[in-house]
Nanobody, 121 residues
Framework: QVQLVESGGGLVQTGGSLRLSCAASGSIFRINTMGWYRQAPGKQRELVATSTRDGTDNYADSVKGRFTISRDNAKKTVYLQMNTLKPEDTAVYYC???????????????WGQGTQVTVSS
């Protein structure tokens, strides 16, 4: 069984910063792409940023230049540094990962439980 556990959400003022973390655990052989998605009230879940195992990063246009994704493969952890936060960044942020497991042997997509980020104006 694989678990993705997020931490680091909270309440911050406009212009502030937060750092999200997501740690994977379980019967993991290999973690491929890891990323962050978010869902605001009444809206669809959207991509924020992704990072491939070889270090290729991708960002939504709305967060380019403000958010930075990084990962520590040895710790099976992905981070999202969020700077210059805006009220429109308010959402539940979800960690996502494509993981190859040992038992059972399979490659599947996993989601974290989500962490709330609220940016006050």
């Amino acid at each position: 069984q694989v678990q993705l556990v997020e931490s680091g959400g909270g309440l911050v003022q406009t212009g502030g910063s937060l750092r999200l973390s997501c740690a994977a655990s379980g019967s993991i052989f290999r973690i491929n792409t890891m990323g962050w998605y978010r869902q605001a009230p009444g809206k669809q879940r959207e991509l924020v940023a992704t990072s491939t195992r070889d270090g290729t990063d991708n960002y939504a246009d709305s967060v380019k230049g403000r958010f930075t994704i990084s990962r520590d493969n040895a710790k099976k952890t992905v981070y999202l540094q969020m700077n210059t936060l805006k009220p429109e960044d308010t959402a539940v942020y979800y960690c996502n990962a494509f993981i190859m497991t040992i038992t059972p042997i399979r490659n599947a997509e996993y989601w974290g439980q989500g962490t709330q980020v609220t940016v006050s104006s």
